[in-house]
């Protein structure tokens, strides 16, 4: 027998045709809007409720949150206990996130039981009255939550750092807890009738959802759910950042110190966005990026240092951060900068480059685990105002984009000097 | 259902396969049965500070990742205080990749004194961002040495004190990988678009020739039934009292630990749970409170753990959680509510079953539990529990002989507006 090479890599192939679900869609009646992802081995469904948040008011910058988690805590026929005991009992799961741009109520269950569980997000969704006990509670278990928080100082860079760049608008306006005290059940109730109608709705539908399913939502969700209130505004003010750059907030006795780095950005929908996610793989969006690869796996000097991009519906950020030893605080931004400054000057080699390519599709196919994930890669590009184009382009642009292009880009979108520079801790 | 197919290589590998050709990835699972339990009382820590270096670089591949990287995959590993436990996710067609890394570092590792150092530093600043520079972050270093005298359970996996980190030398490493590092000690699970012919021919490729090595067999000095209850105060920079109330129960192998799992469900699962109704939204005495177990190999800890509303002394919340205990003493839970938590294990099941990599951990580890397939009965196991088993558990569980209560107590602060971070405690 020939002795075992150890040392080459065994060959590999690329990763040639990736294959996305695409929805089925409907309109109900009512003019919610119903896409539909069936396939999958287990009998559940996960489903989404999907609203657009109204326009942001500073004086209230609680309110959409609120109203989205007050969503679980009683209707004119159940209390909050029993909306609870119903979804436990059916070993169901039903979830409220506020996102900044969209509000969402999610339900989790076997098909099995959709009958039975069904029938509680519809109650929820439309009936939901913010009882003033619950709503007290609310305001202080939240209010310890947000000073707890408060102590950390990753959470208080990034409240910094988003109040930098987005403003005062519902992305970068962070609440306080006195914010707490002005919520009020009036206020929400009239939110809530005119954020939660049919016409501000996207449902989506993932996992064993035949036609039983879809017939079950579609009853369930055509019968007396009107659109009766003044339709909400969903537009949001325009994003001004902040003219000071450097924000240091000092925290006597930190071993740490919370650091972002960042600058407005543009969004999903840009044609830059697929190539400038490749430079920012490079620079920090994978374990062997170029900030792990330099300031934690050779200097050693945090346990983390990522970078990535956000894009909103109307603003968009790019941002480098980590918690640092606070004795290296300042060498770690220098070396920050110097990666930065590297990718402005000096060519990636093809060599990284073409792991590069080769781990974002390697992801890409990864992150496409369940019915579930097709669902969600859908929802990334149809609130982009996207369509699944992107994706092809996407896959293109990862294959294909040159060294030349990519330091073009870095030279066009990468100013270190006019970045905002976060640090929570000692410097 | 997860099937599977299972052998043993001639060195003692443990083989499983898990065919599933919905996905074009593959997963690489592999369970070294050694975890924080294993290590030496004056070098604590160690277990995972050796799971960093892994990454290190192997005798024939200077570099894990990178290589990884290029055929378009992704790996993590994670240190507890029973395994070590380390996965790769890649596109199928490059299955071998995987198993060309894994079984080099397997091999043997590059020992570089490089990756010492700067492994070192990486592992005290995490040991820093979780534990220390956080509100709350030690009380893991404080719970664990009052519950557990004898068993090494009384430390962290982080460790105990970051000087055992900053002390490690090379020698130990070496010494720990040839300890704990060998074919009979590891399972293998591979899950994904492949076939087990395939994942056979690979693993004795790849696998087939390294040593078996001395087999390690565990000996560890148990922990002592608890006759006293146990209590410490601690006071930190933190902006809330919290109290933590901490119970020794059975191992994971036990059957007990089925309502034991149950009696955390009742108490703390989801917001029809007693704990949250009660204390949370009726009596309005904690803004947040929970209940869960460790489920360790050995004897393990049932955990409470709330902070009371402001103004609520702590003494009326430690009472109140008591008497959500007794009540499981002394009244049969109603079977409606025995049903509840019995019916979110099973759609917990079923759901953990959309993963490939939750399917490939949950076979390694019911694997060194004693047999993979014990993971397709586990349900069945959970539906069968009665209320007169949560009654006898609660009984065996809930005595103040067998507690150990952690005040951790907020730091009154002079009318500063900002209270500052808690400091290191050692």
Known sequence: MTELDRKTPPPFNGVENINLIHPEKLTLDNGAKLFIFNSGEQDLVRIEFIFSNLRFDPAKPLMNVAVNTL????????????IADKIDFYGAFLQFDYGYDNSQVTLYTLTKHLNATLPVVKEVLTDSIFPGKELATYKRNQQQKLQVSLQKNDFVARRLFNEAIFGDTIYGKAALPEDFQSLNSDDMLQHFKQMYQPANCTIIVAGKAGV?????????????????????????????????????????????????????????????FPALQVLNTVLGGYFGSRLMSNIREDKGYTYGIGSGMTSFKHAGSFFIAS?????????????????????????????????VRNFMLGSLLGSLENVMSHADKFKSIYFSGLDYHYYERYAETVKNITAQDLKALAKKYYDFENFYTVIVGKY | MVKFNRFTLDN??????????????????????VGARDEDAERTGFAHLFEHLMFGGSVNIPNYDGPLQRVGGENNAFTSNDITNYYITLPSANVETAFWLESDRMLNLAFSEKSLE??????????????????????????RPLVYKTHPYRWATIGQTIKHIEDAKIEDVK???????????????VGGDVTTEQVKKLAEKWFGNIPAGEKYVRNLPPESVQHEERRETTTGKVPLNDIYIA???????????????????????GNSSRLYKNLVKDKQLFSEVHAYITGSLDKGMFVLQGKPVQGVDMDTAEQALWAELEKLKNEDVPLDELTKVQNKTESTMVFSEMSLLDKAMNLAYYELLGDANEFNHETAKFLAVTPAQIKEQALAIFRKENSSTLIYLAEQTDGVDEPELSEAEN
């Open chain 2, 118 to 143: 700067v492994q070192r530093n990486v592992v005290i600043e995490e040991f820093k961002q979780r534990y220390l520079n956080q509100p709350y972050g030690d009380i893991w270093l404080k719970l």
């Open chain 2, 247 to 269: 119970f020794q129960t059975c191992d994971r192998g036990d059957t007990a630990y089925y309502p034991t799992e149950l009696i955390s469900d009742i108490l703390s699962r």
């Open chain 1, 323 to 355: 918690e640092v030893g606070a004795d290296v605080c300042k060498a770690a931004i220098a070396e920050v900068e110097k990666e930065i400054n590297q990718l402005k000057t000096e060519l990636i080699p093809e060599d990284e480059l073409s792991l």
């Open chain 1, 212 to 272: 039983e399913v879809v017939a079950a939502l579609t009853n369930t969700f055509e019968d007396d759910w009107n659109n009766t209130a003044a339709e909400g505004d969903i537009t949001q003010p325009d994003v001004t950042s902040a003219e000071e750059r450097f924000i240091y907030k000092e925290k006597a006795g930190a071993l740490q110190s919370a650091i972002r780095i960042g600058m407005p950005f543009i969004k999903r929908s840009h044609a830059d």
């Open chain 2, 12 to 33: 003692g590998l443990r083989v499983l396969v898990h065919e599933d050709n919905t996905t074009p990835m593959a997963v690489l699972n592999i369970l070294y049965d």
């Open chain 1, 71 to 82: 969503l679980n805590d009683g209707t004119t026929t159940m209390t909050a206990a029993q």
């Open chain 2, 175 to 189: 010494a720990f990988f040839k300890k704990h590092y060998n074919p009979q000690n590891a399972i293998l699970v």
